[in-house]
Protein backbone atom coordinates (compact mmCIF):
# COMPACT_ATOMS: atom_id res chain seq x y z
CA UNK A 1 0.00 0.00 0.00
CA UNK A 2 1.56 3.39 -1.02
CA UNK A 3 -0.70 6.17 -0.01
CA UNK A 4 -0.03 9.50 -2.03
CA UNK A 5 -1.02 12.90 -0.83
CA UNK A 6 -0.81 16.03 -3.19
CA UNK A 7 0.23 20.05 -2.41
CA UNK A 8 0.79 23.36 -4.12
CA UNK A 9 -2.17 23.99 -5.83
CA UNK A 10 -4.17 27.21 -6.03
CA UNK A 11 -5.38 30.32 -7.66
CA UNK A 12 -2.87 31.73 -10.54
CA UNK A 13 -3.51 34.02 -12.93
CA UNK A 14 -3.45 33.02 -17.26
CA UNK A 15 0.29 33.08 -17.91
CA UNK A 16 1.44 32.14 -14.56
CA UNK A 17 3.50 29.16 -13.40
CA UNK A 18 2.72 27.02 -10.30
CA UNK A 19 4.29 23.73 -9.17
CA UNK A 20 2.48 20.70 -7.62
CA UNK A 21 3.94 17.92 -5.25
CA UNK A 22 2.74 14.61 -4.56
CA UNK A 23 4.40 12.80 -1.30
CA UNK A 24 4.15 8.76 -1.52
CA UNK A 25 4.86 7.12 2.08
CA UNK A 26 7.26 4.62 0.33
CA UNK A 27 9.31 3.82 -2.73
CA UNK A 28 6.95 4.00 -6.24
CA UNK A 29 7.43 2.87 -9.34
CA UNK A 30 6.00 4.86 -12.64
CA UNK A 31 4.37 7.87 -11.89
CA UNK A 32 1.40 10.02 -13.43
CA UNK A 33 -0.45 13.29 -13.18
CA UNK A 34 -3.89 13.17 -14.04
CA UNK A 35 -6.52 16.25 -13.96
CA UNK A 36 -10.19 16.22 -13.81
CA UNK A 37 -12.76 19.44 -14.69
CA UNK A 38 -16.00 19.84 -13.23
CA UNK A 39 -18.19 17.29 -15.76
CA UNK A 40 -15.22 15.94 -17.19
CA UNK A 41 -13.60 12.70 -17.14
CA UNK A 42 -10.21 12.43 -15.82
CA UNK A 43 -7.71 13.05 -18.46
CA UNK A 44 -3.74 12.11 -18.49
CA UNK A 45 -1.67 15.18 -18.13
CA UNK A 46 2.33 13.49 -17.61
CA UNK A 47 3.85 10.51 -16.29
CA UNK A 48 7.45 9.53 -15.77
CA UNK A 49 9.32 6.40 -15.37
CA UNK A 50 11.07 5.06 -11.96
CA UNK A 51 14.43 6.30 -12.88
CA UNK A 52 13.47 9.68 -14.22
CA UNK A 53 14.78 8.84 -17.56
CA UNK A 54 11.47 8.75 -19.48
CA UNK A 55 8.34 11.00 -19.67
CA UNK A 56 5.46 11.30 -21.55
CA UNK A 57 3.00 14.19 -21.82
CA UNK A 58 -0.15 15.51 -23.43
CA UNK A 59 -0.48 17.63 -25.92
CA UNK A 60 -2.30 19.98 -24.65
CA UNK A 61 0.61 20.38 -21.79
CA UNK A 62 3.47 20.03 -23.80
CA UNK A 63 6.10 22.50 -23.76
CA UNK A 64 4.23 24.64 -20.63
CA UNK A 65 4.38 21.47 -17.69
CA UNK A 66 7.41 19.56 -16.58
CA UNK A 67 7.00 15.98 -14.28
CA UNK A 68 10.04 15.55 -12.51
CA UNK A 69 10.79 13.36 -9.37
CA UNK A 70 13.12 12.95 -6.42
CA UNK A 71 13.31 9.23 -5.04
CA UNK A 72 15.27 10.18 -2.32
CA UNK A 73 12.26 11.90 -0.80
CA UNK A 74 9.85 9.65 -2.70
CA UNK A 75 8.63 13.19 -3.99
CA UNK A 76 7.30 13.63 -7.61
CA UNK A 77 6.14 16.90 -8.89
CA UNK A 78 4.26 18.69 -11.46
CA UNK A 79 5.78 21.95 -13.27
CA UNK A 80 3.24 24.52 -14.57
CA UNK A 81 3.97 27.12 -17.07
CA UNK A 82 2.13 29.49 -19.06
CA UNK A 83 -0.49 28.27 -17.15
CA UNK A 84 -4.34 29.01 -19.31
CA UNK A 85 -8.06 28.73 -17.96
CA UNK A 86 -8.62 25.41 -19.08
CA UNK A 87 -5.97 24.05 -17.13
CA UNK A 88 -7.85 24.56 -13.89
CA UNK A 89 -9.22 21.31 -13.04
CA UNK A 90 -8.19 19.17 -9.78
CA UNK A 91 -5.10 17.63 -10.28
CA UNK A 92 -4.37 13.99 -9.04
CA UNK A 93 -0.85 11.81 -9.03
CA UNK A 94 -1.04 8.24 -9.39
CA UNK A 95 1.38 5.23 -8.85
CA UNK A 96 1.45 2.23 -11.54
CA UNK A 97 3.92 -0.32 -12.69
CA UNK A 98 4.70 1.37 -16.13
CA UNK A 99 4.05 5.11 -17.37
CA UNK A 100 0.32 5.22 -18.97
CA UNK A 101 -2.36 7.53 -20.20
CA UNK A 102 -5.06 4.91 -19.10
CA UNK A 103 -6.18 5.98 -14.94
CA UNK A 104 -6.63 1.78 -15.17
CA UNK A 105 -3.15 1.71 -15.24
CA UNK A 106 -2.31 3.37 -11.74
CA UNK A 107 -3.14 1.21 -8.70
CA UNK A 108 -2.79 4.08 -6.16
CA UNK A 109 -4.25 7.46 -6.28
CA UNK A 110 -3.75 10.95 -4.24
CA UNK A 111 -6.39 13.22 -3.10
CA UNK A 112 -6.34 15.52 -5.62
CA UNK A 113 -5.25 19.35 -5.26
CA UNK A 114 -7.47 22.24 -6.74
CA UNK A 115 -5.59 24.38 -9.43
CA UNK A 116 -7.68 27.35 -10.95
CA UNK A 117 -6.44 29.63 -13.37
CA UNK A 118 -8.01 33.37 -13.72
CA UNK A 119 -8.28 34.84 -17.26
Known amino acids: QVDLVEFGGGLVQAGGSLRISCSASGRTSSMGWFRQAPGMDREFVAAMSWNGLETLYSDSVKGRFAISRDNVVNTVYLQMNMLRPDDTAVYFC???????????????WGQGTQVTVSS
Open 94 to 108: AAGHSMAVLTDSYKY
